[in-house]
């Protein structure tokens, strides 16, 4: 005998009246559903649901995709005509972490985000150009962190000898 009901098929097989056999079908398969800020792409969540729970949980505040996630590798590339699962993007890093302390000689970090807030020892900068070039007239070490989503947290140091 096969039921429908509502779009799920099961097939029950009677050995005895007292004995009931279930097949799992498609409508038992898990399903990835990731939840995410819609305004920055940043993963809230991400779940293993059957369907009947894939269509109808909500987070607050959420958008949802079906499709696998890494909350820590990964966003929602808000950006696309459709939004999309990618990893992370990363800053390369300084063309040198040593330079000489003579205000002349630069160290270049290309590639950031615009606008984009750099701190330097502690103190915030906003860099607009998508590039920063540090020079420095005193030796010493100057930690240089940036903590902008969707890049991943990014911290140097540079020497001037």
């Not at 097939?11 to 409508?27: A, I, M, N």
């Not at 038992?28 to 991400?46: E, F, L």
């Not at 696309?80 to 630069?106: H, S």
Request: charged share 20%; aromatic share 8%.
């Amino acid at each position: 005998m096969i039921d429908t009901i509502v779009g799920i098929t099961r097939k029950t097989l009677y050995e005895t009246p007292s004995e009931l056999l279930y097949e799992t079908g498609p409508v038992h398969q898990k399903i990835p559903v990731v939840h995410y800020d819609p305004a920055t792409g940043r993963i809230a969540q991400v779940a293993q649901l059957g369907q009947v729970e894939a269509d109808f949980l909500k987070v607050p505040g959420c958008a949802a995709l079906r499709m696998p996630a890494n909350p820590q590798r990964d966003w929602v590339n808000i950006t696309l005509a459709e939004p999309a699962v990618e990893p992370r993007p990363t800053l390369t890093g300084f063309d040198r972490t040593t330079i000489a302390a003579d205000g002349m000689e630069k160290a270049s970090l290309n590639g950031l985000p615009v606008p984009c807030a750099v701190t330097i020892d502690g103190i915030v900068h906003t860099v607009t150009t998508g590039e920063l070039a540090i020079s420095a007239a005193y030796l010493g070490e100057y930690r240089i962190e940036i903590d902008h989503f969707p890049y991943f947290p990014f911290t140097e140091t540079v020497t001037c000898t």
